[in-house]
Each structure stands twice: as structure tokens, then as C-alpha cells.
């Protein structure tokens, strides 16, 4: 009796040492991602068909994640102002995150080093471990990589964007 009892609790004690693993590493994996920066995002693995999809997977890209909302919240004295960030997908090729962010009609683009930093720099600096930000045209078909170059001696690379991709 006593060797049905000991092989017993052994099994009870190996099925609890499993159970605890496995909730350890479900808690883990659903860690919110942060790229790097104290303000961090849970994945929204829900992806949506839309064009900007179809291009960003024919450039080789995986998509992540789907649309994000970032909250923020600045304190100015005594007062807390809250605002967001919109990231429209994260994507992962070579091993490299970059976030994306689409052509909007109401808010264009201005490809100038003013316009550069006022839109696309806080991607930048929330998220300095991705690999830049990606800005998609779909109706062109069209992908720009933005990163952020400290190398001031030469101009081009200040700023450093580069089409990367072009379907028609």
C-alpha cells in the first residue's frame, strides 16, 4: 500500500511543478511587448483584412500586430493631460520590429526635417529598440522606411528614408 501511496503523491506533486510552469509561462508570453521603452503595448493579434496588409506581407513583412492605441499622460504641475499615440501595425522581418503607419488624407505626410520630427520622431523615441517606422501608401503601393540617423556630417542620412518598396 505504501509504494501505491508514494508513487501517488509523486504524481500529484509532478502534475501541480507542471501546472505552476505552465501558468508561469502563459503570464510571460502575455507580458505587454514594449520595443525597448517604459511605455509599453499588448499585441492586438486580430488582424483585419485590408490593402495595406496585402502590401506590407508581398514586401516580405510579417504582420504582428493590428492597430494600436498608445495612451499617454503628461503632468503639467498639478494637472495630468492625457493624449494618444496610433501605431496602424507592427510588423517583424529579419528578426527586426518596425512600426507602421499609414497615409492619411487629413493628415499628410510633410517630407520635410520639420515635418519628419513632429510625426514620425515619438515613434522613435517611445520605441528605440525598433527598426524605424515604416510610412505605407497603398494607393500608390508604396512603402517608405523612416529611421533616425546621428551621424550630422552628412545631411542625407540626418533624416534617413528610403522607398523600399514600389508595386506600380
Known amino acids: 500500500m505504501d509504494e501505491y501511496t508514494d508513487g501517488f503523491l509523486m504524481v500529484v506533486i509532478a502534475g501541480i511543478v507542471l501546472f505552476l510552469l505552465y501558468r508561469g509561462v502563459r503570464i510571460w508570453l502575455r507580458k505587454p511587448f514594449t520595443l525597448g521603452s517604459g511605455i509599453g503595448f499588448e499585441f492586438n493579434e486580430n488582424i483585419q483584412e485590408h490593402p495595406a496588409v496585402d ?45 507602421v503607419r499609414r497615409t492619411r488624407e487629413r493628415q499628410p505626410l510633410e517630407w520635410t526635417g520639420a515635418g519628419l520630427r513632429r510625426d514620425i520622431l515619438p515613434y522613435l523615441l517611445l520605441y528605440p529598440d525598433c527598426a524605424g517606422v515604416l510610412y505605407i501608401d497603398v494607393e500608390m503601393g508604396l512603402i517608405k522606411e523612416i529611421t533616425l540617423s546621428t551621424d550630422l556630417d552628412d545631411a542625407e542620412q540626418a533624416s534617413h528614408i528610403t522607398d523600399i518598396w514600389r508595386t506600380r
Do not use: N, T, W
Open 55 to 99: 502590401l506590407l506581407e508581398s514586401a516580405g513583412y510579417e504582420i504582428v500586430s493590428d492597430k494600436l492605441k498608445v495612451p499617454l499622460a503628461f503632468r503639467v504641475e498639478a494637472q495630468v493631460m492625457h493624449s494618444r499615440l496610433y501605431i496602424d501595425y507592427v510588423v517583424r522581418k529579419h528578426g527586426e520590429y518596425y512600426l
